[in-house]
């Protein structure tokens, strides 16, 4: 079975530019969380969804930052404008009901400049 | 308090020797889960093995077991027979509440970084 597909892998880009980052969830997962993973802070939980219905999104940052679930199989996190302390690893994971084990993708390293 | 904590930022250990890497938590909620990720250079996070509250064996996976002692707050992870790929970040996460719908939020520690040598 595929696993939790993040895109971009890497992302490199200039303060004050839009960025999208995007996940697949595992198919018929129904919780999809998105995490942040600094040196400095650890890994932080941002927001996490409940069949397509954000639960929880006390760990954003700021409303520079933005989340969607449009559908079950597809989610972005959106920056605007980026700042260079946003620079982390994104990561996204999915679960199957609320007792089972978050799988993680892949991460998106983002630098911002 | 920190909610989990992971004592040992490093350890070493020997080919085929087995390790165990600390964890303690904390929480109030009767209900709750453990769980060990893994994370090598590569960066991705895998994971390795849960225990829940309710268990009452103690959880294993493989080369991977989990002495959960309830009184004492503690999930140990042991990795028996260690090889060279198991040099990673390891880090132990809890999550609260499920029973009583308190969210699905995996709260981390702060990890331990295992490195394994001939």
């Known amino acids: 079975d595929a696993g939790v597909i993040q895109s971009p892998r890497h992302e490199v880009t200039e303060m004050g530019q839009e960025v999208t980052l995007r996940c697949k969830p595992i198919?018929?997962?129904?919780?999809l969380f998105w995490y942040r993973q600094t040196m400095m802070r650890g890994l932080e939980l941002l927001i996490y969804?409940?069949?397509?219905?954000?639960?929880?999104d006390s760990g954003m940052p700021e409303d520079r930052f933005s989340a969607k679930m449009p559908n079950a199989s597809f989610s972005t996190l959106k920056i605007q404008p980026s700042e260079p302390r946003d620079s982390a690893v994104y990561f996204c994971?999915?679960?199957?009901?609320?007792?089972?084990?978050?799988?993680f993708g892949d991460g998106t390293r983002l630098s911002i400049l | 308090a920190q909610k989990i904590t992971q004592t040992q930022p490093g350890m070493f250990v020997q080919e085929k020797e087995a390790v165990t890497l600390d964890c303690t938590y904390d929480?109030?909620?009767?209900?709750?889960?453990l769980f060990w990720y893994k994370q090598p250079s590569s960066g991705e996070m895998i994971f390795l093995i849960y225990?829940?509250?309710?268990?009452?064996q103690n959880a294993t996976e493989g080369r991977y077991s989990l002495n959960f002692q309830k009184a004492r707050k503690s999930a140990n992870l042991v990795i028996s027979a260690s090889q060279l790929g198991d040099s990673a970040m390891y880090f132990c996460?809890?999550?609260?509440?499920?029973?009583?719908?308190?969210?699905?939020?995996?709260?981390f520690g702060t990890g331990t970084q295992l490195k394994v040598e001939l």
């Open positions: 969804f409940n069949n397509n219905v954000p639960i929880d």
């Open positions: 994971a999915s679960s199957w009901g609320s007792n089972q084990p978050q799988h």
């Open positions: 225990q829940g509250s309710y268990d009452q």
């Open positions: 996460a809890m999550r609260e509440g499920w029973l009583t719908g308190g969210g699905n939020k995996l709260t």
């Open positions: 198919s018929g997962h129904d919780y």
């Open positions: 929480t109030s909620d009767p209900s709750y889960g």
